[in-house]
């Protein structure tokens, strides 16, 4: 499908992109040449790594939540799934790389296996199943212990090399982002948005939105598993209530919401967003940082509910309050405006 | 007529709403190459019974068969797929997307598998969805959000979405309405010649007279959710009980 014209220059931002992924893929390299700076250090590079992951799964969560308009709250559970299942595989003395695909894999599947009942649902009946699926996920991790240690968790074998996950999450975090940027401009792409704009009128003319639902989902799902398994090697120790954290969803949905749902690069302004805010600027605030989150949403929802991309003309975007509407939405034609009928 | 299968055919289709029976146990036909007109008073049960043959609404009572099979169960996707296109009395267009995707999104699926569409452009979609976008007068707003769209530049935009599969039957649904009466005049020609040249069958739902009268070669009339009368637009338009149920004389 064509792409939306852009106002810029598309080599322009083409250049500043690469120029951008360059200092990014410099920043490790700085470490070694300059031993003595203090300004790349172990601990900005995890920082890096964290910010490059929650790009990767806001991404991933606007597939599902941005671009089909299907607003999952309990999207988190394909990242304990992935977590989980890179640490069980790694316990049983496979590899990394293996493990980690191994527990995409399992997510991935868990998303085919309970897509197929919740995609049927609608707007917030579909976002309070997901919830009620991530809940019930990690009660079951918390309960099956001899395969996932129960509440006491599982310990994964150290591997503590700050550079390499920063550039294994860079290179995962432009990989996603690319495959969004592509999957915007194809057929499948215009698809989910047809679904999000009107799944009744997108099934009229053809399309099987139950499959084109389903991919969509288990793709995220997929993805988010990857991250998962690379949280879990980065961390080395992973128990329910740190993987299956309950406002990791809350804040995919605030970061892309903040860039802009449905759009390519919302997710990624989003995420880079909020965590250097929260980083640098909430830090100050100590116990106040959580007010200020709140009052961030708030703010959004109030008075840019397209987001930052959205208001900058992305016009592929939505707003939650759209998505959320989907019940009404879905069951009858979209009203148009009585002053846009006439010719 | 006889010894050809019809090519939209509804054997008593029923539909209620609670204690409202909208569509009353009617029997409808649409034979191929055929230009059929469906008209009755506001409320009478049209857009119900457009909805039921297009499974848009599951009936209650009876069958709906298209090209002799039976798709009274069949997901609407599926019936766009073996040859059915419609239009809808409230317009529905995809917002967000530009005129061009809506047509390209709009096209036939039949044979499509997910990989292929992750492709972004096949060609021969992307020149017919620009020449019926030239038909439709509208090449100037070809990469603008239909969001933008003015309600008869809308009208027609899904005109043309209905027209972009290559369908064999189209469920018009006052697809006229709003639209200036010159395009109006050649949407008609334009019927004309895909239901002559090609063999496209339409099935019509207008309240213009005039537009029905000058295209169909059947009308159906339906009041209070049963068939009225049946005939040619001029039979149709001397009888009685018809004349009696839009003028109450």
């Known amino acids: 499908m064509t792409a939306p014209p852009s106002r810029r220059p598309a080599k322009r931002r083409l250049g500043l992109l690469a120029a951008l992924l360059a200092v990014l893929a410099a920043l490790p390299l700085v470490m070694n040449v300059f031993p003595d700076q203090t300004w790349v250090t172990n601990s900005r590079l995890f920082s890096f790594t964290q910010m490059f992951m929650l790009i990767t799964l806001t991404s991933n969560w606007n597939l599902t939540g941005g671009f089909t308009g299907y607003v999952d709250f309990g999207h988190a559970v394909f990242f304990g799934i992935g977590a989980y299942g890179t640490g069980i595989f ?49 009660e079951i991790v918390r309960v099956a212990k001899p395969l996932t240690g129960g509440g006491v968790g599982l310990t994964l074998p150290p591997y503590l090399n700050r ?29 989910l948005i047809a679904i999000r704009e009107d799944e009744v009128g997108a099934e009229m003319r053809g399309i099987n939105t139950t499959v084109n639902k389903i991919a969509a989902f288990v793709l995220a799902g997929f993805l988010t598993g990857i991250v998962g398994g690379m949280w879990a090697y980065q961390n080395t120790f992973i128990d329910p209530d740190g993987v299956f954290f309950p406002s990791r969803t809350v804040e995919l949905v605030m970061m892309a919401m903040l860039g802009g749902l449905g759009t390519v690069a919302g997710p990624v302004v989003g995420a880079a967003t909020i965590y250097w805010m929260r980083d640098v600027v909430w830090a100050n605030l100590a116990e106040w940082h ?54 | 007529m006889n010894g050809v299968t019809p090519l939209l055919e509804g054997r008593g289709v029923t539909k209620r709403f609670g204690g409202l029976e909208a569509v009353k146990a009617v029997d409808f036909k649409v034979m191929p190459n055929e230009i ?168 019509v739902v207008e309240h213009d007279m005039h537009f029905i009268s000058d295209l169909c ?33």
């Open chain 1, 90 to 138: 790694m316990n049983e003395a496979w590899p990394f790389w293996p493990s980690m695909l191994a527990g995409a894999i399992l997510a991935a599947i868990f998303a085919l296996i309970i897509g197929y009942p919740t995609l049927r649902l609608k707007g917030p009946y579909f976002s309070i199943a997901m919830l009620g699926m991530f809940v019930a996920m990690r």
């Open chain 1, 163 to 191: 550079p390499l996950f920063y550039y294994l999450t860079l290179i995962l975090a432009v990989l996603v982002v690319g495959i969004m940027w592509w999957i915007r401009r194809s057929e499948f792409g215009a698809t």
């Open chain 1, 290 to 343: 959580l007010f200020a989150e709140g009052m961030l949403m708030i703010l959004i929802v109030l008075y840019a509910p397209q987001g930052i991309m959205g208001k900058l003309g992305d016009r592929s975007g939505t707003s939650l309050l759209r998505v959320w509407r989907n019940p009404l939405r879905r069951s009858a034609p979209e009203e148009v405006p009585e002053d846009e009928v006439s010719v």
């Open chain 2, 36 to 203: 059929v007109g469906l008209i009755g008073p506001n409320g009478s049960g049209k857009t119900t019974l457009f909805d039921c043959l297009s499974r848009v609404q599951p009936i209650d009572e009876g069958s709906v068969h298209f090209q002799g099979v039976d798709i009274t169960r069949s997901k609407p996707h599926q019936v766009a797929h073996m040859g059915m296109s419609r239009t809808f009395q409230v317009i529905r267009v995809y917002r967000k997307l530009t005129l061009l995707e809506n047509m390209k999104v709009s096209r036939q699926w039949r044979g499509e598998n997910l990989w292929s569409q992750m492709s972004p452009s096949h060609r021969d979609v992307e020149e017919r969805s620009r020449d019926l976008i030239k038909f439709l007068r509208l090449e100037h707003l070809t990469n603008e959000p239909a969001g933008t769209l003015s309600g008869g530049q809308r009208r027609l935009l899904e005109l043309g979405m209905a027209l972009m599969p290559d369908p064999e039957l189209i469920l018009l649904d006052e697809a006229a309405s709003g639209i200036n009466p010159t395009l109006v005049e050649e949407i008609k020609d334009r019927i004309k010649t895909l239901n002559q040249e090609q063999g496209k069958a339409f099935l």
């Open chain 2, 217 to 249: 070669n059947r009308v159906y009339v339906l009041n209070y959710g049963e068939k009225l009368a049946e005939g040619t637009p001029a039979e149709v338009m001397e009888n009685e009980a018809v004349i009696e149920a839009y003028f109450g004389t």
